[in-house]
């Protein structure tokens, strides 16, 4: 499987320069759309300490995903944070994936299902002691939601590309 990886926002290892255009664009139209679909998480106000890393992969098919790593108050827990995957469509972006409990760094897997890439996170915290590789593969209608249960599966070993290594390029949604 080739995937091109495009920054949207935050640090992935791949230079900003790679397509500027794309950043300018989509950025702004996701964070719209993120600020939307988080608040319907219950949440009365806005967590001023939201940050999401995103970036933008294109999947076998053709078409792009956008994967989110948000991080703050209300999106973390001992286990980790919320990792969302999302496919543009139309004006606004279709839920493949809300998945929680995720530690960094995210990876982009060479193998795919369903036209969708395999994204590799870490597992650890919240009870789990020894922390280990798990592999989010896509149903057919979305990622699995937990990386710590079936159908979320253990690597055999750490592979893939780093797409999220860490928060040091994260930017706040609420500015």
């Known amino acids: 499987m080739i995937c091109t990886v495009i920054l949207v926002a935050g640090s ?3 230079s900003q320069a790679q397509d500027s255009a794309a950043v300018r664009q989509t950025a702004e139209p996701l ?6 679909y988080l608040s319907l998480w ?14 933008t992969v294109k999947t076998n098919s053709g078409k792009p995903e956008d994967i989110v790593y948000v991080s703050g108050q209300d999106w973390c827990g001992s286990g980790g944070c919320t990792l969302l995957i999302l496919e543009p469509s139309e ?8 998945v929680t409990i995720v530690q960094l760094p995210v990876r982009l897997l060479a ?5 969708h890439p395999d994204i590799g996170v870490t597992v650890q915290g919240g009870g789990v002691r020894v922390g280990y590789e798990a592999v989010l ?10 990386p710590s249960l079936p ?4 690597a055999a070993a750490v592979q893939g590309k780093v797409i999220i290594a860490n928060n040091e390029g994260s930017i706040f949604l609420y500015n």
């Open 137 to 146: 593969s896509f149903n057919g209608e979305n990622y699995p939601r937990n």
């Open 111 to 115: 193998s795919s299902r369903n036209w």
């Open 12 to 14: 992935t290892g791949v």
């Open 151 to 154: 159908p979320a599966r253990k």
């Open 42 to 55: 219950g949440k009365v106000s806005p967590d001023k300490t939201t940050q999401i890393t995103a970036v």
């Open 31 to 36: 964070k719209a759309f993120l600020r939307s």
């Open 91 to 98: 004006a606004t972006f279709k839920i493949l994936g809300k």
